[in-house]
């Protein structure tokens, strides 16, 4: 019992270091994509940063998730629900931005025809 405790915990943590890597990864890369069309004054620059943010996140979430398996005590657990708490409070926040947008720039090109 104690080797499969040994192996989960492993297995998750590697699993929570590479969510992490892949979430830090997208909003980098987001961030100079945004950057780049920003630069070049593209309308949809908010918008596309704002879904790589959201999907940024969402990696990062998932590692947060999967912390909780490996936890050793509530401090731990409060600390780990705080986190998911505010990154999903800023998911929710992102995602009703991006619908916002989308919206507005069908909108947009509606009245432009």
């Given amino acids: 019992m104690e080797v499969m405790h040994v192996l989960l915990t492993k297995v998750v943590d590697f699993a929570i270091l590479l969510f992490?890597?892949?979430?830090?990864?997208?909003?980098?890369?987001?961030?100079?994509h945004g950057t780049?069309?920003?630069?070049?004054?593209?309308?949809?620059?908010?918008?596309?940063?704002?879904k790589g943010l959201a999907m940024g996140l969402e990696f990062k979430m998932g590692s947060e998730i999967l912390r909780t398996v490996v936890v050793r005590d509530f401090s731990e657990i409060l600390t780990v629900a705080g986190i998911i708490i505010l990154r999903?409070?800023?998911?929710?926040?992102i995602h009703w931005e991006i619908k916002n947008g989308?919206?507005?720039?069908?909108?947009?090109?509606?009245?432009?025809?």
């Fill in 20 to 32: 992490e890597l892949v979430g830090v990864l997208i909003v980098v890369a987001s961030g100079i």
């Fill in 36 to 50: 780049y069309s920003y630069l070049k004054r593209d309308p949809y620059t908010k918008l596309n940063l704002a």
């Fill in 88 to 93: 999903a409070a800023l998911s929710f926040l």
């Fill in 102 to 113: 989308e919206v507005a720039e069908s909108e947009h090109a509606l009245n432009k025809d």
